[in-house]
């Protein structure tokens, strides 16, 4: 006995056949043509721009924290009610905690940086050595000198930036002006003291590199007048995303008047807003992909009001219902499923050189497309997160296919008489 199309198995090669020549609409089918064109380009632009955009938030975020990671303790330990005295031992107990890479003291201040080019105002923070180096944003960029010897010579180190700005090198001497200086009958005069540039570093971060000023501990305490005392203790840890789990275990120590924060605690406002920005840029244009799918259905609609004779001719040759859908359901998700993989390619492959087409439209167009002084970050990031991408493209896919069943069941309940009747 034959095989009849009745008997077919489902996807058989002739429904792949059929769905591929629908695909290539002859020339009088030019309208069907131009919209599944478009559906295709809606499909592909969606998934491009989605990928592309959450990648540089994705790279923003990434950045970001590791700058403020980088340059600051994952944990502040504050001594309550009183000066921070004892801070070495406290160190000590704190570093030996499981988890805890370091434990260092940390004094913080304001003062202007002057030169006879300038005169701008830094962020002091006074630190030892072995603590500006556990800073490996830090210790990692230095440009220019070294922090060999940090502790024992009488210099600081500042961003690249600034350094520009005062139109000084190293060994070149700053003057830093406190407005907190010595107490006398007339007030409280500022305090004036030059110091030699040891270092210069460029942490990519155009905040830190105009106003950060490295200052040994010990001439930090005495410059700020803090005698044998200390502002914070920085705390470093192995994980800061278990940061919590270090903080309670530090609290079981039992040590009096110490208060504990955490990266968490003093970023939460930033990355919650960032989070909410990358949540709703992605239902934004999340938009582009429904469009598409929209076109995908007007588009085989339309193919199927014009195949009506070709459907009664393959219902009276006994083809089911279901190759029917089957025929147009291919038809229409393979637009889709083209669009998206090409979509995904193109925007990863946008991703990996996004820098360098951002510096060839900004050199195009003589225009600065990503001012560091705005965005804080000296090149433009992009991070592809695998699974973002994964949820990108299997969005895409499953509206694709979803996009497909109307019309597909329309073709399959075409009445076969109906369809022939005035042919």
């Known amino acids: 006995m034959s095989r009849t199309a009745g008997d077919t198995r489902p996807f058989a090669p002739f429904e792949w056949m059929l769905a591929l020549r629908y695909l290539r609409p002859r020339r009088q089918q030019g309208f069907i043509s131009v ?41 502040i330990v504050n001594m309550v009610g009183g000066d921070f005295e004892g ?34 105002a830094g962020f002091v923070r006074g630190v030892r050595e072995d ?23 009488d210099g600081v180190a500042i961003g690249t930036r600034l350094a520009n700005a005062l139109r000084v090198s190293v060994g070149d001497r700053v003057t830093l002006v406190s407005p907190r200086g010595a107490t006398t009958p007339f007030g409280t005069a500022p305090r ?26 010990a001439e930090a305490q005495r410059y700020f007048s803090k005698g044998d005392t200390v502002d914070v203790l920085e705390v470093l840890v192995e994980d800061p995303e278990r940061v919590s789990e270090q903080v309670a275990l530090m609290k ?101 050189r996004i820098d360098e087409i951002r510096k060839f439209v900004a050199w195009l167009t003589n225009t600065n497309l990503f001012n560091p002084e705005i965005y804080y970050l000296t090149q433009l990031p992009a991070d592809i997160n695998m699974q973002t991408t994964g949820v990108i493209v299997g969005m895409a896919l499953v509206l694709s296919v979803l996009a497909t069943l109307y019309p597909s069941w329309r073709a399959s309940r075409l009445d076969p008489v109906d369809a022939l009747r005035y042919e």
Request: with cysteine.
């Open 35 to 75: 919209l599944a064109l478009f559906s295709f380009l809606g499909i592909l632009l969606g998934v491009f721009t989605l990928i592309t955009v959450m990648a540089v938030m994705n790279g923003f975020r990434k950045e970001l924290f590791a700058k403020i990671m980088g340059l600051n303790g994952h944990v």
């Open 87 to 120: 801070y070495d031992a406290v160190a000590k107990q704190l570093a030996a905690v499981a988890g805890v890479k370091t434990a260092f003291p940390l004094i913080e201040g304001q003062a202007m940086a002057s030169t006879p080019a300038l005169a701008l």
């Open 131 to 153: 603590g500006l180096k556990a800073l490996s944003l830090v210790s990692g960029n230095v440009r220019f000198g070294t922090l060999d010897g940090f502790d024992g010579q």
């Open 192 to 217: 004036i003291k030059p110091y030699k540039v040891a270092a210069i570093f460029e942490l990519g971060m155009s905040e830190y590199d105009r106003t950060m000023i490295f200052m040994p501990l």
């Open 252 to 352: 079981q120590l039992g040590i009096p008047n110490l208060h504990f924060s955490d990266w968490r605690q003093r970023n939460e406002s930033f990355f919650t807003v960032l989070e909410v920005e990358r949540n709703m840029m992605f239902i934004i244009l999340s938009v582009i992909v429904v469009v598409a799918a929209f076109n995908i259905i007007s588009g085989l609609i339309m193919l199927v009001k014009d195949k009506g004779r070709e459907i009664g001719i393959l219902r009276t040759m006994g083809a089911t219902q279901g190759a029917i859908m089957r025929v147009f359901l291919i038809t229409g998700a393979s637009i889709g499923v083209v669009g998206t993989l090409a979509g995904a390619l193109l925007g990863v492959l946008f991703c990996v």
